[in-house]
């Protein structure tokens, strides 16, 4: 069964840097589209960041120029550094692998931005 482990959230002043980090197990992770997404309290979940396989980062506008999304494909794992943190990035972060018709997730950990 494939897992999805992130670590790394918690609670950060505005301004501040938080890495989350994702372990992927039972996967053959090099193939995978991986992803960063989020949902905050009473919104739907939205896309944040992209890696594929061979290392090309996509993001959504509103984390251009602060966040970093990175991955080592030998050790199944995926990061999201996030810098310059604001309110509105307050969610819980799920971690996602998209191969073709394949998409799993992993089970989510909070991040909140508040002073």
């Known amino acids: 069964q494939v897992q999805l482990v992130e670590s790394g959230g918690g609670l950060v002043q505005p301004g501040g840097s938080l890495r989350l980090s994702c372990v992927a197990s039972?996967?053959?992770?090099?193939?995978?589209?991986m992803g960063w997404y989020r949902q905050a309290p009473g919104k739907q979940r939205e896309l944040v960041a992209t890696?594929?396989?061979?290392?090309?980062?996509n993001y959504v506008d509103s984390v251009k120029g602060r966040f970093t999304i990175s991955r080592d494909n030998a050790k199944n794992t995926v990061a999201l550094q996030m810098t310059s943190l604001k309110p509105e990035d307050t969610a819980v972060y799920y971690c996602?692998?998209?191969?073709?018709?394949?998409?799993?997730w992993g089970q989510g950990t909070r991040v909140t931005v508040s002073s």
């Open positions: 996602n692998a998209h191969l073709e018709w394949l998409d799993y």
């Open positions: 890696i594929t396989s061979d290392g090309r980062p």
């Open positions: 039972r996967i053959g992770f090099r193939g995978y589209v």
